[in-house]
């Protein structure tokens, strides 16, 4: 049994195991090739954040590996209404066999871990997204045919994204440049870590200077959910940290761009910039579903 917490928690070799698995996955999804790898399974996925890619993904992606998804909205559940998540986490693992939780404290995640006997999948926190990083890594890798030696740039906010991204590049052998405002880094620790590979590893002030050089640019909305009475301050503040034709200018030859999506066009990124990236973008969000059922494989070996 294994989770996925955060992508810290995973090595370099659990990492391209999985995204190997999700190659191996895709190709037979898309050839009618049947993989029932998970038949009696149950996944319950705990929902205290809307979603449109985690929900679908994951219920497609358990449905095609043979097992059954279970919705649970935090409202129809007692967590909703103040039942301690430890509570919650023992009774579950008596009825189903792993938990999926889209959630906003990282703490709750660790503590369903802590608690529960079955396997969690962070769908999302506040802190990181993992599932998104693996797609956005399988992705990459499709479309430039390696990971190691490639530049990635985020343009953006310190969030769960940026935290994640630095883990997921650096730990696959990528160099990693972020520029976000003053105010809005990543934590401490996470800074930490991405200067732990020297110059692999570069915090800019100017996004301009972030993607010199870049073969992948990313971007992230300005304002996530649960910051939206943010959202005048943080255009204020983010004024100028837009993916555009100028930005782009300087990136190398082939430079991809990815947005987790849903995107703002005209805020973080203009709408030519997404319209002439749109293939790699929404196979990026294809690539969500093949992750993941790499994911859900991986945690119940």
């Known amino acids: 049994m294994k989770h996925l917490l955060k992508l810290e928690d995973w ?3 659990e990492i391209i195991e999985a995204l190997d698995l999700a190659d191996r996955l895709k190709y037979e999804q898309k050839n009618g090739i049947e993989h029932k790898i998970l038949k009696g399974k149950t996944l319950g996925m705990i929902f205290e954040k809307a979603s449109t890619r985690t929900r679908v993904s994951f219920e497609v992606g358990m449905t095609q590996l ?3 998804p279970l919705f649970l909205s935090s409202n129809d559940l007692q967590i909703g209404r103040g039942e301690p998540v430890e509570d919650t ?3 579950l693992s ?7 939780i889209r959630t906003f404290e990282q703490k709750e995640v660790e503590a369903l871990a802590e608690y529960g006997s079955i396997p969690i999948i962070n769908g999302l926190t506040d802190y990181c997204h993992p599932c998104q990083v693996l797609a956005d890594l399988l992705t990459i890798r499709e479309f430039k045919g390696k990971l190691e030696g490639l530049k990635m740039c985020f343009i953006g906010d310190g969030n769960n994204m940026m935290n994640s991204l630095i883990v997921g590049a650096l730990r696959t052998g990528m160099s990693i440049s972020v520029a976000c405002p003053e105010g809005y880094e990543p934590p401490k620790h996470i800074l ?6 020297g110059d ?5 002030r100017k996004p301009v200077d972030a993607a010199k050089g870049a073969d992948v640019v990313y ?8 910051q939206e009475d943010e959202k005048k301050i943080r255009e204020a503040a983010f004024e100028g940290y837009q993916v555009n034709d100028e930005l782009m200018s300087v990136t190398n030859e082939g430079c991809m761009v990815l947005h987790c999506l849903p995107a703002h066009r005209g805020e973080e990124i203009t709408a030519e910039v997404f319209e002439a990236h749109a293939n790699e973008i929404f196979e990026e969000a294809e690539n969500r579903l093949h992750a993941q059922k790499a994911v859900l494989v991986k945690c119940f070996e």
């Open 192 to 197: 930490e870590f991405g200067e732990s590979f």
């Open 200 to 204: 692999k590893f570069e915090l800019c």
């Open 89 to 91: 986490a023992r009774v």
């Open 66 to 68: 043979g097992g059954y």
């Open 219 to 226: 971007t992230d909305v300005w304002a996530s959910m649960g």
């Open 94 to 100: 008596r009825f189903i066999d792993a938990i999926m």
């Open 11 to 13: 090595s370099t070799e």
